[in-house]
């Protein structure tokens, strides 16, 4: 188990379709031209009941980014269980959010630049996201020791990066043996790992 969040079975058919309701608005919409009123109406519920959920819009919004978060993390989990070093799990763990989260029918809103104020001030700083994180980097480095303050760097430094790879095009279009390549010349190193000469 990932998590003691609320797992998906723990909310119910409203409030999932609120959570629906409320990424399908900001995917037509933006964020700035989404109201919570739309959110109801998207849903088919009333505004009173979306307030017995959720204190706001923002919250609706998070949630269903958290939803998300957790089922894409088990996920990914499942993915880099079959790696058996930490350098090649944090690698794949990259490279499978770089590859994935574009089409994760909720997380693809992560690359969208009006939601960017979420992502800069939530995407490392929120309880509910770090908990997520440090779930996730454990997972990865459980059978190689590493001090609390190191791996929260490491999770720091891999999150920004992830990020970054995915909102910014870059100039180059790589498929996916050159995507491993490049983070295992330039991200591991970073965090410690040092890249073999042949950089594959």
């Known amino acids: 188990m990932l998590l003691n969040e609320r797992s998906s079975s723990e909310i119910n058919d409203t409030q999932q379709k609120i959570l629906d309701a409320a ?82 029918p909720y997380l693809a809103v992560l690359t969208r630049a009006d939601l960017s104020g979420y992502i800069s001030e939530d995407a490392l700083n929120d309880a509910n996201g770090q908990q997520i994180l440090l779930a996730l980097f454990q997972e990865i480095f459980r059978a190689q020791p590493i001090a609390d303050e ?29 995507l491993r390549a490049f983070l295992r010349r330039r991200v591991l190193p970073a965090v410690n790992f040092s890249s073999p000469p042949n950089g594959r």
Not at 80 to 102: K, M, N, T, V
Not at 159 to 165: A, F, Q
Request: glycine letters at 6%; one cysteine or more; proline letters at 4%.
């Open 150 to 178: 190191e791996l929260l760097e490491v999770i720091e430094l891999s999150t920004r990066m992830t990020l970054s790879l995915l909102i910014i095009t870059g100039p180059v279009a790589r498929g996916p043996e050159e």
């Open 23 to 104: 990424i399908g608005c900001v995917t037509q919409w933006g964020v700035a031209k989404t109201s919570l009123n739309d959110i109801a109406k998207a849903a088919g519920v009333t505004r009173p009941t979306v307030y017995s959920y959720f204190s706001n819009r923002d919250e609706v919004i998070k949630a269903a980014l958290l939803q998300s978060g957790i089922t894409f993390a088990t996920r990914l989990l499942a993915h880099i269980d079959q790696y058996h070093s930490a350098q090649d799990r944090l690698l794949e763990a990259i490279a499978f959010g770089i590859e994935h989260l574009p089409d994760e």
